[in-house]
């Protein structure tokens, strides 16, 4: 039978906020607590750095970096800071959406076009970008980009927008952004790398819009 794994829990919000080592223990912090914050990891290391930081970072989009190994994180590294990042924000899908661009050492935002009143995450995406290739291309910049969008890296790829949503008047502004996209792509190289941004390892990727 296999050793169950041991866990830490910190707690931001509670009768007493720290890392502990036991349910137990931290159950005690949060029971009868209105609005009481924790979560599990699985070193105390991992614990202790969560707690320096905010709740929100640690839940809102999946597992984050405080749940992989010494190991994995080692692998994956840290970002490069000589780069740009790219994101989108969808309210509803489709719904009203907007993109932007910053950078990805200060989160100073570089370009943002939007809200438009229909699009998707994925063509939010899409557009981003390129828009973010053909400013660095522009400026002659030796700079990566990163995306958290596999889907966006793929049509950039294969030069096209493999979107569901139907054009109609609501949307036009956007499909008038596609198009211009599409034309960029088939006439434009570039030589700027395209790189998945981390999320499990270094938390929601600078462009966020922070809306989870």
């Given at each position: 039978?296999?050793?169950?794994?041991?866990?830490?829990?910190?707690?931001?919000?509670?009768?007493?906020?720290?890392?502990?080592?036991?349910?137990?223990?931290?159950?005690?912090?949060?029971?009868?607590?209105?609005?009481?914050?924790?979560?599990?990891?699985?070193?105390?290391?991992?614990?202790?750095?969560?707690?320096?930081?905010?709740?929100?970072?640690?839940?809102?989009?999946?597992?984050?970096?405080?749940?992989?190994?010494?190991?994995?994180?080692d692998?994956?590294?840290?970002?490069?800071?000589?780069?740009?990042?790219v994101?989108?924000?969808?309210?509803?899908?489709?719904?009203?959406?907007?993109?932007?661009?910053?950078?990805?050492?200060?989160?100073?935002?570089i370009?943002?076009?939007?809200?438009?009143?229909?699009?998707?995450?994925?063509i939010?995406?899409?557009?981003?970008?390129?828009h973010?290739?053909?400013?660095?291309?522009?400026?002659?910049?030796?700079?990566?980009?990163?995306?958290?969008?596999?889907?966006?890296?793929?049509?950039?790829?294969?030069?096209?927008?493999?979107?569901?949503?139907e054009?109609?008047?609501?949307?036009?502004?956007?499909?008038?952004?596609?198009?211009?996209?599409?034309?960029?792509?088939?006439?434009?190289?570039?030589?700027?790398?395209?790189?998945?941004?981390?999320?499990?390892?270094?938390?929601?990727?600078?462009?966020?819009?922070?809306?989870?």
């Amino acid at each position: 039978m296999s050793k169950k794994k041991k866990k830490y829990y910190t707690v931001w919000k509670g009768h007493h906020i720290g890392v502990f080592e036991s349910w137990p223990d931290c159950q005690a912090q949060i029971k009868d607590f209105q609005g009481a914050q924790y979560k599990s990891f699985l070193t105390f290391e991992a614990a202790k750095e969560a707690l320096k930081g905010n709740y929100k970072d640690y839940t809102s989009k999946g597992k984050f970096k405080s749940e992989l190994s010494k190991t994995q994180l080692d692998k994956i590294g840290l970002p490069n800071y000589n780069s740009i990042s790219v994101d989108a924000a969808v309210s509803g899908n489709p719904g009203k959406m907007e993109y932007r661009g910053v950078d990805t050492k200060t989160k100073k935002e570089i370009f943002r076009q939007g809200p438009f009143p229909e699009g998707t995450n994925n063509i939010g995406e899409f557009l981003a970008l390129i828009h973010g290739l053909a400013i660095l291309k522009k400026n002659k910049s030796h700079f990566i980009i990163y995306t958290d969008s596999r889907t966006a890296m793929s049509w950039v790829r294969k030069q096209t927008c493999n979107t569901k949503l139907e054009r109609n008047d609501k949307n036009k502004a956007v499909f008038d952004l596609v198009d211009r996209a599409l034309i960029w792509l088939k006439e434009n190289t570039y030589t700027t790398t395209i790189v998945k941004w981390e999320t499990k390892a270094w938390g929601e990727i600078p462009a966020d819009f922070g809306r989870k």
